[in-house]
């Protein structure tokens, strides 16, 4: 069994930060890509960056120069820092991981069950 579990949301001003935090615990032998992922209200889901096993990351235009991504492999955690945060960037964030079982040395994606991110104007 394999869990993802995120922490960090919550409400901000306009133009402040948080950090989201997602800690994956479980049969985990290895995982790859790791990404945090949003949803607003009547909105597709959407990749907001991602991040390989090697550090490489990539960001949707709307995030760039504003949000980092990082992980730290040895405690199976990805960070989302958001800076300079804006009313659009309201939404339901969550993390996702493409990992591979121990027993199976089969890869599965997983995801996290959400924090709520609320930016005030």
């Known amino acids: 069994q394999v869990q993802l579990v995120e922490s960090g949301g919550g409400l901000v001003q306009s133009g402040g930060s948080l950090r989201l935090s997602c800690a994956a615990s479980?049969?985990?032998?290895?995982?790859?890509?790791m990404g945090w992922y949003r949803q607003a209200p009547g909105k597709q889901r959407e990749l907001v960056a991602g991040?390989?096993?090697?550090?490489?990351?990539n960001y949707v235009d709307s995030v760039k120069g504003r949000f980092t991504i990082a992980r730290d492999n040895a405690k199976n955690t990805v960070y989302l820092q958001m800076n300079s945060l804006k009313p659009e960037d309201t939404a339901v964030y969550f993390c996702n991981a493409d990992i591979v079982i121990g027993s199976l040395g089969l890869q599965y994606g997983y995801w996290g069950q959400g924090t709520q991110v609320t930016v005030s104007s």
């Open positions: 991040i390989t096993s090697s550090g490489s990351a």
């Open positions: 479980g049969n985990i032998f290895r995982i790859n890509g």
